[in-house]
């Protein structure tokens, strides 16, 4: 997973102003929002909608500006997925880091819109990677339906641990629902995944 790492700190080193200013424009918005109205602050839901903020504008950068293969545009399904050795470099890149990309958005897109049917997730995922791919296309860059195929693949990885993450909540005890403990979860995993992203721990992949 090294690859995946790399590439995930290449795209954060390439966008950190947009996130930069667009996380202080969306938390001080979201701030006055909450203090006008005078609602209560949830940290975890406030910092996972920050995530998908710094997701989205993510996404936009590799859609848009990031590097592509000298290849041409691809119509034929598992023509170019099945062309890299499995495990290798371009495997890695190219065929899991189209699921990886997908599984956060799944997440997020299930977890929002409260989503029980894996066909409402399917085809909001679908729909999404085929306009990426439609828009790649028409900015000069290369289709391909394998990408959208790996995508939905992600997309429904992150809908399959939403649904698993909804199932063991229900079987909480009423004292680990507290927003407090979800709060220092949340924080906790955001900690330790920052500090894997940046090479200060390990994982054992």
Not at 93 to 116: A, E
Request: glycine share 4%; hydrophobic share 55%; proline share 3%.
């Amino acid at each position: 997973m090294y690859l995946i790492r790399q590439s995930i700190i290449e795209i954060l080193g390439q966008t950190w102003p947009t996130i930069l200013i667009s996380s202080v424009i969306a938390i001080s918005m979201r701030l006055v929002y909450l203090i006008k109205n005078k609602q209560k602050i949830i940290f975890y839901k406030e910092l996972l909608a920050l995530i998908f903020i710094i997701y989205v504008l993510c996404l936009f950068y590799v859609v848009t500006f990031g590097d592509v293969s000298w290849s041409n545009s691809n119509f034929i399904p598992f023509k170019e997925m099945f062309r890299y050795s499995f495990g290798s470099n371009l495997f890695i890149k190219n065929v899991l880091g189209n699921i990886i990309m997908f599984i956060p958005y799944g997440f997020f897109i299930s977890y929002y819109l409260k989503l029980k049917k894996p066909l409402s997730a399917f085809l909001l995922i679908l729909l999404v990677s085929a306009s990426i791919e439609t828009t790649q296309l028409l900015i000069g860059r290369v289709f391909d339906i394998d990408d959208i195929t790996l995508n939905v693949i992600g997309g429904m990885l992150g809908f399959l641990i939403y649904k698993l993450i909804d199932l063991i909540n229900d079987h909480l005890p009423p004292v680990l629902k507290n927003p407090i403990v979800y709060n220092i979860i949340i924080l906790l995993c955001t900690a330790l995944m920052a500090l894997y992203m940046f090479n200060l721990i390990e994982v054992g992949v």
